[in-house]
């Protein structure tokens, strides 16, 4: 079963185009991992920096939490956020259409 995960950064103030740049590195590391189907970065109106991921199996999404990608990324933004990353699982609940019913 797919795993549904938000990943909220909390950008120090006035370091969000930073964080953001800071990202991509990691973020072009994980695009290559198995099992992720998407993972993407968008700018909140909150001010934060939220990503949007969606892994094939929870683990798929285990060994990601524990790879060198996430390890990348977490230095590359260290010293951009201001207080840890609020990071949710979530399983999928379909509805609707098959296309739009579900991530």
Known sequence: MTVVVTAVFYPKPGKKQELAQAMQRGIAAVHEEKGC???AIHDA???TITMLEKWT???DLDAHGAGEPVQT???DIAELI???TLVTRMTPIPGGTEAQGQL
């Open 82 to 84: 201001e207080k840890p």
């Open 45 to 47: 109106e909150d001010g």
């Open 37 to 39: 189907e998407l993972y």
């Open 73 to 75: 990324l977490n230095a």
């Open 57 to 59: 199996t929870a683990e």
